[in-house]
């Protein structure tokens, strides 16, 4: 079986997948601007300030965008077809992206409301995914 493509952890992205590890979603925070932001960045996108700090999020949100792959690009994705990626844009601001698990992808629509799940790939990975959830 190949392996799935794996992220790339490093100084500056660690405490995002360490917080994976423990099945909480971690993002940077710039306490300067009071935000959150994604995608990772060393220094603060909006006001250009570092370091960052990280505190954890809700990990729920709505989906705003999503693809269903129907084609295996990595011959990993062969057994899962299809298979759906969402961005979800997080009650806290940050719009991240992920796996949709279970459910049809003929039923996922705009605003669907989803909450972060996680998939253990290893001792090192566990990839943030997410589901649907409830509207609260
Ligand atoms: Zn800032």
């Not at 500056?12 to 099945?23: I, Q």
């Not at 979603?25 to 220094?43: D, G, K, N, T």
């Not at 062969?78 to 990626?85: K, S």
Request: proline fraction near 12%; include cysteine; hydrophobic fraction near 40%.
């Amino acid at each position: 079986m190949s392996q799935r493509p794996q992220p790339r952890i490093t100084d500056d992205n660690r405490p995002h997948w360490e917080g994976a590890r423990e099945g909480r979603l971690v993002l940077p925070y710039c306490e300067a601007c009071a935000r959150f932001f994604y995608p990772i960045s060393p220094f603060c996108p909006f006001c250009l300030k570092a370091p960052v700090a990280w505190k954890p999020v809700s990990g729920r949100g709505r989906v705003s965008s999503w693809v269903v792959f129907h084609k295996a690009f990595y011959p990993y994705f062969a057994d899962r077809l299809p298979y759906v990626v969402v961005q979800v844009e997080l009650e806290e601001g940050p719009r991240v992206n992920g796996n949709l698990f279970g459910l049809d992808p003929g039923s996922i629509r705009l605003g669907l409301p989803v909450e972060a799940t996680f998939e253990r790939e290893g001792a090192e990975v566990t990839l943030p995914q997410f589901r649907a959830r409830a509207a609260p």
